[in-house]
């Protein structure tokens, strides 16, 4: 059973910096893409960020560029979304996602409807 667990949400202020956690189970990382994507209330589903299985990134959403970083562990099954410098629009829900790459060197895509498994999402409240 595919299996995803976001963490490290939270509350944080404006300029601050914030990782999540994406934890996986019941599959081997290493054959799989993985994205990070976020929601806000009332708002169209976003992609941030995303790992491909060699570790390539692609970046997402222009109002992120240069502020997240995305990274992988295949040994601890873990994908991690590091962001900084933190905005109140910044404020979602965020979750990732994962969909099976047949080949390492193929670059990751962010759009939604390519990723099978997703979590439950983590809460991110960028507040003064």
């Known amino acids: 059973q595919l299996q995803l667990v976001e963490s490290g949400g939270g509350l944080v202020q404006p300029g601050g910096s914030l990782r999540l956690s994406c934890a996986a189970s019941?599959?081997?990382?290493?054959?799989?893409?993985i994205g990070w994507f976020r929601q806000a209330p009332g708002k169209e589903r976003e992609g941030v960020s995303c790992?491909?299985?060699?570790?390539?990134?692609?970046n997402g959403v222009d109002s992120v560029k240069g502020r997240v970083s995305i990274s992988r562990d295949n040994a601890k099954k873990t994908v991690y979304l590091q962001m900084d410098s933190l905005k109140v629009e910044d404020t979602a829900v965020y979750y990732c996602a994962a969909v099976r790459q047949c080949f390492a060197s193929t670059r990751c895509e962010l759009q939604a409807n390519e990723y099978a498994s997703w979590g439950q999402g983590t809460q991110v409240t960028v507040s003064a």
């Open positions: 019941g599959f081997t990382l290493d054959s799989y893409a």
């Open positions: 790992i491909n299985r060699s570790g390539v990134s692609t």
